[in-house]
């Protein structure tokens, strides 16, 4: 690859810098201590400069990080893009000034592509995990059975379509762990990186489509996989369209010296086994509580309540309980043990409601779903 043109130093310098920008504090957030010590900082840095970036110079000076939204599509995290885009570009123009940096920008740029390869490719097999266990797309509940479709909004109608095929959900979790195992591994990262650019493609027309808030982060997802997927683009389009003989470019190890080869291995013990596995069990481990056994589960409705309040209906699911007004305001609580005949959804009951002549407890819990 030619390494002295000048405009591809500057991009492969500017993309660079903006991947691991993006990207961070990944991989360090997969080490013990590394926030503490180091990542929080560097974050707080940069949520300063983006604060800075989008008051001063879009305009924007009510701007702030709503911390624990649940949403990647904030105002924020909008403004995150130019703000990183500038100061990838910023950077970049200072390391181009430099010729020693400058004649290493492709080999920069083939590292960076290695660490968007292990990003792109661990969040996949996370989310492959996920499809498999309870939590991201519910089936049909009581609850969601109990609201109109009209009133529903795009995300739920999508989450619940999804959930209600278990097949579906086991083929979306395939497919993504396919393509994260393929992107880890050197010789089929061209591979992977067809299959994520199919998978990331499909998760962002959903999320347009149906207004799901991780638009920003799964746009990113598809880029980087694009990008992993260019070097080879030339010969996958000789061979797939032109039907000449071709040849992807040999994958040579990175390191020649023993001490080094030996360094890398342990990171790739780390990356593609240890982290996996702690995902797995991360994933498995929440299990228990949203899989709560629960007698008491159903729809309950034509009752009278000791304590005259105005509760119509009321919902028991699992780990959570519903209580639905006429109208108004429903409230939402977190069912935190069921023992002797009861149901706690904190220390200190302070309502009683008789349910299938069973005295049910309850209180606001610590947080509402």
């Not at 083939?110 to 996370?126: E, F, K, P």
């Not at 390191?255 to 030996?262: D, L, M, P, V, Y």
Request: aromatic letters at 16%; a positive charge.
């Amino acid at each position: 690859m030619n390494n002295s043109n000048p405009i591809k130093q500057f991009v492969f310098l500017s993309l660079g810098v903006y991947i691991l920008s993006y990207g961070f504090p990944f991989p360090l957030d997969n080490i013990p201590f590394t926030h503490e010590v180091f990542s929080k900082y560097v974050l707080s840095l940069q949520e300063k400069y983006i604060l800075f970036f989008g008051k001063s110079f879009l305009g924007l000076p009510e701007l702030e990080k709503i911390q624990r939204t649940g949403s990647g599509d904030t105002t924020f995290d909008y403004v995150k893009i130019p703000a990183l885009l500038t100061f990838s570009i910023l950077v970049a123009i200072g390391l181009f000034s430099l010729k020693k940096v400058r004649l290493h920008a492709v080999d920069f740029y083939q590292w960076v592509l290695i660490y968007a390869r292990y990003y792109v490719g661990l969040t996949l097999i996370s989310y492959g995990i996920a499809k498999f266990l309870i939590g991201q797309f519910p089936g049909p509940s009581f609850y969601s059975m109990d609201i109109l479709v009209g009133d529903i909004s795009p995300m739920g109608l999508a989450w619940r379509f999804f959930g209600y095929s278990d097949t579906y959900k086991i083929f979306m979790g395939l497919s993504e762990l396919i393509a994260g195992f393929l992107l880890l591994l050197r010789r089929t990262a061209i591979l992977g990186a067809l299959v994520a650019i199919s998978v990331c493609l499909n998760i962002v027309l959903v999320n347009f489509s149906f207004d799901v808030p991780v638009k920003l982060f799964s746009s990113h997802l598809l880029f980087f996989s694009i990008l992993i997927l260019l070097p080879g683009a030339k010969a996958l389009f000789d061979f797939l369209i032109l039907h000449k003989s071709s040849k992807l470019e040999s994958m040579s190890p990175l390191f020649t010296s023993k001490k080094w080869k030996i360094a890398w291995v342990i990171a790739n013990i780390y990356l593609v086994g240890i982290i996996p596995l702690s995902r797995m069990y991360g994933h498995y481990s929440s299990q228990e509580f949203r899989a709560m056994e629960n007698e008491w589960e159903g729809l309950y409705a034509g009752f009278e309540n000791e304590a005259a309040s105005p509760w119509t209906k009321i919902i028991v699911e699992k780990n959570y309980l519903v209580l639905k007004p006429e109208g108004g305001t429903q409230e939402f609580y977190t069912i935190q043990e069921i023992k002797e005949g009861e149901m706690f959804c904190g220390k200190t009951p302070r309502m009683r409601i008789p349910l299938m002549n069973y005295p049910l407890k309850h209180c606001p819990p610590s947080n509402t779903n």
